[in-house]
């Protein structure tokens, strides 16, 4: 590898390691200024999940996420694709989180799929679709949309 794909690769991993972090946190601004304007986003494939703008997943997060006393992305395995200043990025996540009224964890897993574009201050998503593999302990059963917990 040469020292500017290197450096691409360094910089892909922090932005993901800003969403991590953005999310767990619950930074809704941090987590805006990871994606470009115009970002579309789609987490349909989890429980519950939707797609849409930057700004409606934004805030759809912040609304859903707010009771989860504790969630904990890890986000691996980042294979980025740079061809100039755009970059296709494959990396996998896992997530233990904790519901209100769940006596255990729940836990999903599966892979962040982002195309990404380099602008003046770094790297920006413009689009992320999370598919999501597994999912143990899940907030409703999978494919009911009917809430469980005890």
């Not at 992305?73 to 694709?81: G, L, Q, R, W």
Request: aromatic share 12%; glycine share 8%.
């Amino acid at each position: 590898m040469t020292e500017a794909e290197i450096a691409d690769q360094l910089e892909i991993e922090r932005l993901l390691a800003r969403y991590a972090r953005a999310v767990d946190t619950k930074d809704w601004d941090l987590y805006r200024s990871l994606f470009t304007a115009d970002a579309l986003l789609d987490y349909s494939s989890a429980p519950l999940g939707r797609s849409g703008s930057r700004d409606e997943i934004a805030d759809w997060l912040s609304q859903n996420l707010a009771f989860l006393p504790m969630t904990m992305h890890y986000v691996t395995n980042v294979e980025a694709h740079v061809d100039g200043d755009t970059a296709t990025v494959r990396a996998q996540f896992y997530n233990p989180m904790q519901f209100p009224g769940f006596d255990e964890l729940s836990h999903c897993g599966g892979y962040y799929h982002h195309d990404l574009i380099r602008l003046g201050d770094g790297w920006r998503s413009r689009a992320l679709v999370e598919e999501n593999v597994w999912f143990v302990n899940p907030p409703v059963p999978m494919g009911t949309g009917e809430p469980t917990g005890t």
